[in-house]
């Protein structure tokens, strides 16, 4: 793994965090000009935070920004043999996810610190930073993580397979993957897909000094982590298997 690699890792993920999350707290914490705009704005949002840095950094990195694709890229090479990503590189790419999801969540904040001042619902303020299941069932938030997990990977190794990577149209479709994700089983778990997403802003959720009383939620914290790694596993061998 290069240099530019996990420099391209780290930027577009942070970019990603602070686009998707920010759009999480335009809509949602007080005192924001685009207070109460919706589940549809925070969908369409989270889309395009994933897409444009996708198109700047694909050509270096890929633009994986997410463990759960690290890891799919790194079974899928395995089972052909190639050699082209390996477990070190594999390991440099999630490092470099987590420090900048950390670091975005950080920016935000500081951003935001008015708005987080006039909120004063725990649970919106660390809503704004990583998510929560609708409905607290640990085996069904599981699965609803793990199928997430699922799609995203077996979608992207599609796309990636198709005249739509040699013309540059695949980041566009990127973009309806993770739209079509989250207005499908985004209400069930907030749709994280993403361990780096969620952890990064997790922890600085936790360290950081928003005002109130806060409960980062660590029980819970592991399923957005493992559940979608799981799922780009299965994904990533199926495809292959299909595929070729």
């Known amino acids: ?13 942070m970019i990603m965090i602070i686009l998707g999350d920010g759009v999480c707290c335009n809509v ?19 889309g395009l935070a994933v ?18 694709v690290t890891i799919g890229a790194l079974v899928s090479s395995i089972m052909h043999g190639d050699g082209k990503f390996t477990a070190s590189m594999a390991a440099g790419y999630i490092v470099a996810q987590f420090i900048g999801a950390f670091l975005a969540a950080c920016i935000l904040f500081v951003l935001f610190h008015d708005q987080f001042k006039a909120t004063d619902d725990m649970a919106t303020k660390r809503g704004v930073f990583c998510t929560a299941p609708s409905v607290r069932n640990v085996g069904l938030n599981f699965l609803s993580e793990f199928v997430c997990g699922f799609l995203l990977v077996f979608t992207l190794d599609g796309i990636g397979n ?3 990577a040699k013309s ?18 985004g209400g069930l778990t907030g749709y994280a897909m993403n361990g780096a997403r969620d952890f990064g802003p997790r922890l600085a959720y936790a360290l950081l000094p928003i005002p109130g009383e806060k409960d980062p939620d660590w029980g819970y914290a592991w399923i957005p982590i493992f559940a979608p790694i799981l799922g780009g596993i299965v994904a990533a061998v199926l495809y292959t298997v299909i595929f070729g």
């Open 162 to 164: 198709t005249v739509a």
């Open 28 to 46: 949602n914490l007080k005192k924001s000009g685009m207070n109460g705009g919706g589940s549809v704005q925070i969908i369409l949002g989270w």
């Open 51 to 68: 897409l444009l840095p996708a198109y700047t950094f694909g050509a270096v990195s890929g633009s994986h920004f997410n463990p759960t």
């Open 1 to 13: 793994m290069t240099a530019q690699m996990f420099l391209a890792e780290c930027l577009g993920t």
């Open 168 to 185: 540059g149209m695949n980041w566009f479709l990127v973009y309806a993957v993770i739209v079509s994700i989250g207005g499908s089983l």
